[in-house]
């Protein structure tokens, strides 16, 4: 075949079946943006980023949105079992390094072996 048409052919399927991965991974799989205080109220009235309002303008849409308190634990739980769901969370890396990209040798091994890792590498690069 020449290593040029082969390169092409690994190329082309590789890129297709990411693309029918993305679709089913956006299905099943939904990311949540949650801002989360780590002070209590009576140590800080406006915990970060709560305090910024550049933050709220950004997350809020233009103001436009509005803040909820809840409980993490209890929201978790109560979302997982009324929607028989496993649902996870992680908090947001600010880096200034280089950012996570998704190989596509793990796409490539997940399509051989069904092992759910280019999910996982998704999911970490919606995390930075």
């Known amino acids: 075949m020449g290593k040029t048409i082969f390169t092409k052919h690994i190329h082309k399927n590789v890129s ?14 939904h990311v949540l943006s949650l801002s989360k205080a780590n002070l209590s ?15 709220w303008a950004h997350y809020a849409n233009g103001f436009r949105g509005f803040c909820i308190e809840y409980d993490y634990s209890k929201l978790i739980k109560s979302i997982n079992e009324i929607n028989d769901i496993r649902l996870d969370a992680r908090e947001v890396e600010y880096v200034k390094s280089n950012l996570p990209i998704i190989k596509s040798s793990t796409v490539i091994d997940d399509i051989i072996y069904k092992n759910n890792k280019t999910s996982k590498e998704i999911i970490k690069a919606l995390c930075y």
């Open 41 to 55: 109220l009576k140590e800080n009235l406006f915990p970060e980023p709560l305090s910024l309002m550049m933050m």
């Open 16 to 29: 297709r079946h990411f693309h029918e991965f993305l679709k089913t991974h956006h299905k099943e799989r």
